[in-house]
């Protein structure tokens, strides 16, 4: 039998077949993202409470974002409306990303690049939180989503990637995931987010102190 060419997968190597990175490699690669976002508490803590201000004075949260950013802007309102681990009451927040129509009509009348500030224009107010999510920092629609949005005198929030800075600059609190790799940012937004849901809820809603 002649031999491959090609380097063989390796169960616990770091490189598999033609040269790209194992499944245990890539494992690796997230692990270590996570535990540097750890050094970034600070920053999420910031965030978490920017949020908890918004909500306990009866503002709204609006989330934007593109592609899995959409999708996250979508899974943290879920997890507002909704509920996150505990029971409590509902709290409003509002992914800009649902409305095809919209967003459609925006994009086709006007440029995609209006297709969130719109809606910002529309809804926001100084008690309201605009949230951008990207992972570059340089999503146009994104970007002018969170200008608008401090025009408005709403305070604005972002969660981007080592990159950002163009993003961050136009945040009031803002979380750079210490990763470039589109992956690797998005794994560790969406465990920053849960990290934020925790805070808020047990922040808002803290325990019944127990008889002894």
């Not at 100084?126 to 629609?141: H, M, Y």
């Amino acid at each position: 039998m002649t031999p491959s060419n090609h380097p063989q997968p390796s169960i616990h190597g770091q490189r598999s077949i033609h040269g790209q990175p194992s499944i245990h490699g890539q494992i690796d690669d997230t692990i270590a993202t996570l535990r540097a976002l750890a050094d970034h508490a600070a920053a999420i803590e910031v965030i978490a409470a920017r949020i908890v201000t918004c909500l306990a004075g009866h503002g709204t949260l609006y989330l934007c974002g593109n592609g899995g950013s959409a999708a996250d802007a979508e899974h943290v309102a879920a997890e507002f409306v909704g509920r996150f681990l505990m029971e409590r009451r509902p709290l409003p927040a509002v992914a800009l990303t649902c409305n095809g129509p919209l967003l459609t009509a925006i994009g086709n009348d006007y440029d995609y690049a209006d297709v969130f500030a719109r809606q910002v224009r529309a809804h926001a107010t100084p008690r309201d939180c605009v949230i951008g999510i990207s992972t570059s920092g340089r999503s146009p629609n994104v970007l002018k989503a969170l200008a608008d949005g401090r025009a408005a005198g709403a305070t604005t929030i972002g969660m981007t990637g080592a990159g950002g800075t163009q993003l961050a600059a136009l945040c009031d609190a803002c979380l750079l995931v210490p990763a470039t790799h589109t992956p690797r940012i998005q794994e560790a937004q969406l465990v920053a987010w849960h990290l934020i849901c925790d805070l808020v809820d047990r922040t808002m809603f803290p325990a019944p102190a127990t008889t002894p």
